[in-house]
């Protein structure tokens, strides 16, 4: 069974930073692309950055280029977000979502659950 | 990048067939045949539905098609339940190598 788990969300003052993990299993993690999207508070989807299978690749969103960045690690199995220099608007939950390919074609056939990011003073 | 356009809501009673439309440029929706569409219940993950703008995953309701026309999209869900109701979004691969959603609609069964 494919599972995605979010951690390292949580209440950050602007201009701080945080890094996001995304622990995966029951699939072979460096066969697929991921990515990270989030949702603003009653606000609708929003793509943020992607990472090839073999992490050779990365694309951001203009409103994170420059900030945030997306890295992977096969022999933990795991996702990573860096978020540098937050912004009040960045506040949202962040999504990792695996990929139905090797390389980046933003279709997601699993999602994890969640991590909350809160960007205020 | 803009997001794609999408109605606010829509409706249908059940057993009604509804479609949701999803607009964009050339340079997403008109220019690639990577559009999905996800299913997005009230404090829950997405829920992929339809890749590739009309396959649908092993496992989804073929109550559930997709389509494109030119740099328009396509949800139709046939036979309305009131397990539908919940909130849709499209998105679609773009030229600068970014992904864009939609605004979401949100389906009520009446």
Known sequence: ?121 | QSALTQPASVSGSPGQSITISCTGTSSDVGGYNYVSWYQQHPGKAPKLMIYEVSNRPSGVSNRFSGSKSGNTASLTISGLQAEDEADYYCSSDTSSSTLVFGTGTKVTVL
Not at chain 1, 37 to 60: C, F
Request: net charge neutral.
């Open chain 1, 1 to 121: 069974e494919v599972q995605l788990l979010e951690s390292g969300g949580g209440l950050v003052q602007p201009g701080g930073s945080l890094r996001l993990s995304c622990a995966a299993s029951g699939f072979t993690f460096s066969s697929y692309a991921m990515s990270w999207v989030r949702q603003a508070p009653g606000k609708g989807l929003e793509w943020v950055s992607a990472i090839s299978g073999s992490g050779g690749s990365t694309y951001y969103a203009d409103s994170v280029k420059g900030r945030f960045t997306i890295s992977r690690d096969s022999s933990k199995n795991t996702l990573y977000l860096q978020m540098d220099s937050l912004r009040a608007e960045d506040t949202a939950v962040y999504f990792c979502a695996k990929d139905s390919s090797s390389w980046y074609v933003g279709s997601f056939d699993y999602w994890g659950q969640g991590t909350l990011v809160t960007v205020s003073s």
